[in-house]
Each structure stands twice: as C-alpha cells, then as structure tokens.
C-alpha cells in the first residue's frame, strides 16, 4: 500500500477513534453542572430572574452540540416550577472560546414550538437574537405571574453594553395567537386580597392581528404598539417605560382604549362604575402612569375617572 493511499485510510481513522474517545470520557456530569451554572447567570443577571435549573439527561454531539431533556426553571426562593421546555439544544463556538467570546447557537423546544437563537459575550457586550415558531404562551407566568395559553410568533434582539448603559438596544415584535388568560383574580379591595373575584378564563387574542412591539434604548422602553383583538378584551395601548434600578421601580407613562365582552361586564361590577365613561363605539380610553409595583401605585385613568385604584382600597396618588 503506498504512501497516499495510507494516509487516506489513517487519517478518518485517527478522528474517528478520537471522536469515540472524546465522547467516551467526557465528563458528561461536571459539563451538564456547568452549562447549568451559565444559564442561570444569563438569566438571573441579564434579565432579572431569581432562577434555579435544573435538567434531565445530557447527551452531546460533535456538530449537534449539548441536548438537554426536560429543562425546568424554578423559583430560588420557593422552589415553585414557573417554566418548563422539552428538549434545549446549545452549540457553542470552541474557536470564538480562544479568542475570550462567548457564542452560542440555541434552541428551545416545548411541543411543537421552537424558539431558535445566538447568545455571543464578551467584555464589552451581551448580544441576544431569538426568533420565536408557534411556541406556546405557557413561559409567560415566568415573568408576568399570570397564567397562559396561546401561540407566539416574532423576533427579539438585545444588545447589552456593559460599559455604557446608553448604548443598550433593542427590539421585539411578536404576534399573538389564540391566546387566553387563565384563573384571573381581579382584586375588588386592594387591601383586602381574598376579596379578588375569580375569572376561570379571558380570551384575548384571536388567530390573527394580535401583535406586541417594543423598543429599547438605554433605560427608556418604547411601547410601539400592543393590540389584543380577543372575543373577551380588544386592547390598544402605547407609551413609554423608563426602567428604574428594579423592576418595581420602573414608571410608567402609557395610554390608549380598550374593549370588554358584554359577558366580562356581567361577571366584573366595575364596569357598573365605569359606564358613563364609555365612548359612542363601546371602548373606553385608557391611561396608565407612575411607577410599576411601588406604592404610591400607578394612577389608572378610565375616560374622565382618574386614580380609580385608590377607590379600591388602594393608597390615593392625588389629592
């Protein structure tokens, strides 16, 4: 056998047999534990989270990357399950490791959704590019506590500079399908929260022209539209959010209209104080400023009906 016809057959081989070794020995346990740690850091100091992960099995793949079964992210402080994905698939760069980067492709997938991305790191930036495939609303009680159901299509990117918070940008757009909120509780005394009344479900969002669009620019969010065209609410609302240093101290300034079913005035008393507000066409005109979570709350005005949280047992923001 000559020379070159050799080195054709060593050469496979040799990566194949260390291709087999590699996998053989790899320490599946102490990588799984790592990729964990990072995901948490992601989450708990790029977005604010208090999360813990946790996985099932780890399998790995020269091209495919990290496969990891039946992730769950749970609350740090009481252990509750607040987001659940079937399989998360990460692929990370070894070339961009040489050079100090951090990227990495990604996948999430929960059903039949899928949320694909690229996450790159490095000492001046965090860069965030998700492009989201019928992936179902379930993830939303991980941020808003509320639960839900539905459908999201969209993108999202995110530029973090760590060096000068100004220069943080980005933007999201998603369309909503089919959406509804479950086991509402609409607080009648805000000082009394067993008072709330129970709805079983709100449907907020048909198969098409719901859509959620926001922009980010430093510290100030741009609400460029969200428009909820469901069979129980219809929403139109835009403004701005100007972060503060949490998320409870963020202030709001956003406006626009909204509509409710006749079967939501029937189950919900408010609207029996609210009527006289209601514009010709049956929407009544919304505004929402102040700050987020904090007291004094946020002053909501329904038409001319300003600061009606305070008639509810909440704290007055108005003389």
């Known amino acids: 056998m000559n020379r070159a016809l050799r080195n054709f057959f060593y050469i496979p081989s040799f990566f194949l047999f260390f291709g087999i070794f590699f996998l053989w020995t790899l320490p599946y346990e102490a990588l799984k534990n790592r990729v964990i740690y990072q995901a948490e850091d992601v989450l708990n100091r790029t977005f604010g989270f208090n999360y813990r992960i946790r996985a099932g099995e780890l399998s790995f793949g020269l091209f495919t990357g990290l496969d990891f079964d039946k992730v769950q992210g749970a609350s740090a402080a009481n252990e509750e399950v607040q987001l659940k994905v079937d399989r998360f698939r990460i692929n990370p760069s070894l070339l961009s490791l040489l050079f100090g980067k951090t990227k990495s492709s990604f996948q999430l997938k929960s059903g039949k959704g899928i949320i694909e991305g690229m996450l790159i790191d490095d000492s ?96 100030s969010l741009d609400l460029v539209q969200l428009n909820l065209n469901g069979e129980d609410l219809n929403l139109n609302l835009k403004g701005k959010i100007l972060a503060g240093k949490t998320v409870a101290d963020s202030n709001l300034s956003l406006e626009g209209k909204f509509k409710v079913s006749p079967e939501v005035v029937k189950t919900v008393p408010f609207f029996v104080l609210i009527e006289p507000q209601k514009n010709p066409d049956g929407s009544y005109d919304l505004a929402l400023e102040g700050k987020l979570l904090t007291n004094p709350m946020p002053i909501l005005t329904i038409g ?16």
């Open 304 to 319: 001319k009906f300003r600061d009606i949280l305070s008639h509810f047992g909440g704290p007055p923001n108005s003389p």
């Open 124 to 219: 001046n930036q965090t860069s965030i590019e998700l492009e989201a495939d019928n992936y179902n609303l379930g993830f939303a009680k991980s941020l808003t506590g509320i639960s839900m159901e539905g459908l999201i299509n969209g993108e999202m990117s995110y530029k973090i500079n760590k060096k000068n918070n100004s220069e943080t940008n980005g933007r999201l757009k998603l369309e909503v399908k089919n959406a509804k909120v479950l086991d509402l509780n609409i607080p009648l005394d805000l000082s009394n929260p067993s008072s709330a009344l129970h709805i079983n479900e709100l449907k907020i969002a048909q198969d098409k022209g719901s859509i959620l669009e926001m922009n980010l620019k430093g510290s």
